[in-house]
């Protein structure tokens, strides 16, 4: 159990670091490499933004939500 636990903690880890470097900041970031930076008149990229944010709310309650049971695995232990 523990073993599966520390599994899901690398890999949502892995996904909250590629989520955080999708984002857009002041200077731009990775997501202008797959067009987040392109300005449209739709709103395409402003959806894609919300959906993004969406996306790693999601994963960072997983991440959370996995440390913290992981955390009390280890402590109860025997």
Known sequence: ????FSIALIIFSLLMILLVLLHKGKGGGLSDM???GAMSTGGGSAVAERN???????VGLGWFASI???GLLLKYQK
């Not at 159990?1 to 599966?4: F, K």
């Open 52 to 58: 993004l944010d969406r996306i790693t709310i999601v």
């Open 68 to 70: 913290i049971v992981l």
């Open 34 to 36: 797959f067009g987040g």
């Open 1 to 4: 159990m523990v073993i599966g």
